[in-house]
């Protein structure tokens, strides 16, 4: 497995990644049919694409050499100095095989100026909290609820 750069040609593959992952974890938090919506509207082609170019930020994914397991996309604040990863999704049959470490790796090196990495999380997904707790982000708050009605728990790791 490595990780790479994300490109246009493998945002079929994230999307799917991404409807697989997010109907397994949060099916049981929203439903199903919340589900279809968010990951309609979060994880479109469209949507995706657009964070190819974004400017001071990285999409990367895990590749087996016969699909994606796992992506992840952040993005540095004007200064570089705090990073905010947005998305970091690991397959379930690819879970607890240390890829998400990896992918943490990779953003953190990606980001050599940074000194905070900030995420947010949904609170009842305890799996995501205790990883990311086991990778040295702490609990900092809750975000306020975006436009569909998530709310979220804030979590920062200070980088050295």
């Known amino acids: 497995m490595f990780v790479r750069s994300a490109g246009e ?3 079929a593959a994230i999307h799917e990644l991404l409807v697989e992952t997010w109907h397994a974890t949060y099916d049981v938090i929203y439903g199903r049919e919340r589900v279809n919506e ?3 509207e979060w994880h479109s082609i469209p949507a995706l694409k657009a964070r190819l ?3 001071n930020s990285e999409f990367v994914v895990v590749d087996d050499g016969e699909r994606i397991c796992a992506m992840a996309f952040a993005a540095a604040t004007s200064d570089g ?3 905010i990863l947005q998305q970091l999704y690991v397959r379930t049959d690819c879970q607890r095989r ?3 470490r990896m992918l943490l790796d990779e953003i953190e090196d990606c980001f050599p100026d940074a000194r905070l990495i900030r995420l947010e ?3 009842a997904n305890a ?3 205790a990883f990311y707790e086991a990778n ?3 609990a900092i708050g809750d975000a306020e609820a975006d436009a569909t009605g998530v709310a979220s728990l804030l979590l920062e790791k200070h980088l050295a």
């Open 81 to 83: 100095k705090t990073v």
């Open 53 to 55: 170019t974004r400017p």
């Open 38 to 40: 968010i990951t309609g």
């Open 121 to 123: 999380v949904e609170p």
């Open 9 to 11: 040609r493998d945002l």
């Open 127 to 129: 799996q995501a909290l």
């Open 136 to 138: 040295g982000f702490r």
């Open 98 to 100: 240390g890829i998400g």
